[in-house]
């Protein structure tokens, strides 16, 4: 076996060249695993079988080479990659039983927890405390291992010299299954990672890593027959985190191909988002379009990455099947991640800094939900009953898709491309007909102008609606009767695949056309009014991306008219759902973003334009409740707004009370 690595390792020359070159900031030989199979396969299967005898000859050859290095005693590791999937070598880490202890294996997992980079004993020296005698002993294990007996004194008794040791780097990591891998309800199973030397400090929380190594075991901390696995790498690999990484066969690409040639597109899928679900037409079009997502990697010059995944938050009272179509999003989607607002901080949605065992006692960091479901969908339930503090740590994640941390003298920021679909009941279970609609919404402003449509949701009393509902219903739990209406119009396993394809190859350009038709609509929404802001520029990028999305749902590398008039068309029936004010008969966007709509504002101005008109009338320097109340009628205000308004101008400091029912300015 000897003489066939060192035949093996002389065609390496221009390799082993360039590590003494640049040894130490390169010090691994990477051999490519199938290069090694296609040569000599007998060796092959031997680094699979017997990895620690065939990875300690190859050192060993490769020591003998006296490679010229500026050190007197290079350390070279050397690194298998490129393990055949076809071949079983790659695995699930649920796959990884006790069959496979000892031997060789690649592994696909997402890093979700990471320690601090510490030293490691890689040579021990022991001084006998007896006669003096020094001992140089490898190590081997995750212990310390002392040499067994003297072989001078024949005593047992040794002191370990840390500062004459030999140590290298060690780093652990956890890392789980991809989402986009697990089916049904399957829990994302973990497991731990040693990387050691040049391995360390290459990978971080959140990033999807290939890692080669053998599977070792670390025994139990008190007596017993359970062992703990875990990964010795002897190979680390970032690759890209990807939506779209469903296999598809060339036959299941044609039929994909086909399918987006159907003038009906856009109608199959929507008949194909929750199609137990009756109506919601404009919702499930929406969900479709975040499926898809806008064109991915478009960025300024400046270096800034423009976001190309689509928010959506739904609002609506109980009982509308607003879970129901998450849980759906959630099986459907390629990548996603399913989590309720009420079991989730905001360290589980972003990242948290963790002092615990698995790092003896040093901070890691864990990675959340937004981070694990990167490239995919987070679906976030019962979005208002999160605490406020646990929702403002979304706010970077959903516009800047980025994630901060600073935490335990750690710093770091995270990538988190990931499309968010939330799920939210009004602020008293019900909507308040008389109160505006935004009022009503327990989520502030400024996350909420980071959603790119929001759907408020009523349950309205329709006879013909409810005895449609009542039928559609009972139809799915009526025994023996044919539900075939109420399958996805394309079967579920061809739509994930059609996502996929249409995220992964799809790339669309926006068309002169398409854009000045946006451009059209986002300026006559601009100039509704001198004082009334009805659009802002998010409004316009969200137009851009839900075009896009329009496009790669039908295949196409050209963003059209058509997919404009698409994107408008939700885009207006969101602003007139949720941004349209009554009382000026116009679109509003400041109901959204910001926390009064221009009609509320006038309304507080005349309230203090009147105190300070009475004010100047009164003897006493104050104006009193009643005198307010009956101006501010006169002038069109309800009983209602202005008390209103007087309690919200306390609270904000703007006029006190010093006796009761008299107002007066602050600072006078």
């Given amino acids: 076996m000897r003489d066939r690595i060192e035949k093996f390792l002389s065609g390496k020359t221009k390799d082993i060249n360039e590590i003494a070159e640049f040894y130490p900031e390169k010090k691994s030989l990477f051999i490519d695993y199938k290069e090694l199979e296609r040569l000599d396969g007998e060796v092959a299967d031997a680094l699979i079988n ?21 050190a007197d005693e290079p350390r070279i590791n050397v690194r298998f990659n490129n393990l055949p999937d076809e071949r079983g070598y790659t695995l699930r880490i649920r796959e990884i039983t006790s069959n496979y202890i000892g031997k060789f294996m690649a592994v696909e997992g997402i890093v979700n927890r990471i320690s601090d980079i510490l030293p490691k004993v890689d040579v021990a020296r022991f001084y006998c405390n007896k006669c003096g005698e020094v001992y140089d002993t490898p190590q081997n294990s995750r212990f310390l291992t002392e040499p067994i007996i003297c072989r001078n004194c024949k005593k047992k008794d040794f002191r370990f010299v840390p500062e004459e040791s030999e140590w290298t780097d060690v780093q652990r990591m956890q890392i789980q299954e991809p989402l986009e891998l697990l089916e049904g309800g399957e829990e994302a199973r973990q497991i731990e990672v040693w990387a050691e030397d040049d391995l360390t400090g290459e990978v ?18 008190k007596r017993g027959s359970v062992y703990q696995k875990f990964l010795e790498a002897n190979y680390l690999e970032n690759i890209e985190k990807e939506f779209e990484e469903l296999e598809i066969s060339e036959e299941e690409e044609e039929e994909i191909k086909k399918l987006s040639k159907d003038p009906r597109i856009f109608e199959r899928i929507i008949k194909s ?54 849980q759906y999003i959630n099986l459907i989607a390629p990548k996603s991640i399913y989590v309720t607002g009420k079991g989730t901080t905001g360290a589980g949605l972003t990242v948290t800094a963790e002092k615990d065992e698995f790092a003896d006692g040093a901070w890691t960091l864990k990675a959340g939900a937004l981070i694990l479901a990167s490239g995919g969908i987070a679906c976030i339930d019962e979005f208002d009953k999160m605490s406020p503090e646990d929702r403002s740590s979304m706010h970077e994640a959903l516009e800047q898709q980025t994630i901060s941390v600073a935490k335990a003298g750690i710093v770091a920021t995270f990538k988190a491309n ?3 679909l939330a799920a939210a009941n009004p602020k008293f279970s ?20 980071r959603f790119d449509l929001i759907f408020p949701v009523r349950d309205i009393l329709d006879k013909e609606q409810d005895r449609e509902i009542a039928d559609h219903i009972l139809k799915i739990h009526r025994s023996g009767e044919s539900v075939e209406d109420l399958e996805p119009d394309i079967p579920t396993e061809l739509f994930r695949k059609y996502v996929a394809y249409a995220r992964k190859n799809i790339h669309p350009s926006l068309s002169d056309d398409a854009a000045d038709k946006i451009k059209e609509y986002y300026l006559k929404l601009r100039s509704g009014s001198k004082d009334t802001i009805m659009a802002t520029p998010r409004q316009l990028e969200g137009l851009v991306r839900l075009s896009e999305a329009s496009a790669k749902a039908r295949l196409s590398d050209k963003v059209t008219v058509s997919d404009a008039e698409r994107a408008i068309a939700l885009t207006d029936f969101v602003l007139r759902a949720v941004a349209y004010d009554e009382s000026t008969g116009m679109i509003d966007i400041d109901r959204i973003v910001s926390d009064h709509p221009k009609s509320t504002r006038d309304r507080i101005r005349i309230i203090e334009n009147i105190i300070q008109e009475l004010i100047k009338e009164s003897g006493d320097g104050m104006a009193s409740a009643a005198d307010i109340m009956d101006e501010a009628k006169s002038r069109g205000l309800d009983a209602f707004r ?17 006796r009761h029912g008299k107002f007066m300015l602050t600072g006078g």
């Fill in 50 to 70: 017997t990895p620690d005898e065939i990875i300690h000859l190859f050192s060993e050859v490769l020591s003998e080479m006296n490679i010229p290095t500026l």
């Fill in 204 to 221: 971080t929380v959140g990033n999807k890593i290939n890692e080669t190594g053998i599977m070792r075991l670390l025994p139990p901390t």
């Fill in 273 to 326: 988002i929750a199609p137990s679900i009756y109506g919601y037409k404009e919702m499930k079009e929406a969900v479709a379009m975040q499926l898809f997502s806008g064109r991915y990697g478009k960025s300024l010059p400046d270096g800034t990455s423009l976001r190309p995944d689509i928010h959506i938050l739904i609002i609506g009272e109980p009982g509308v099947a607003k879970s129901r179509l998450l």
């Fill in 418 to 420: 990931t499309s968010v």
């Fill in 430 to 449: 019900r909507f308040d007909p008389y109160k505006p609609l935004v009022e009503q919404f327990n989520i502030p402003p400024t996350l909420l102008s």
């Fill in 642 to 658: 202005i008390e209103q308004i007087l309690i919200e101008l306390k609270t904000k400091g703007v006029i006190f009370e010093p």
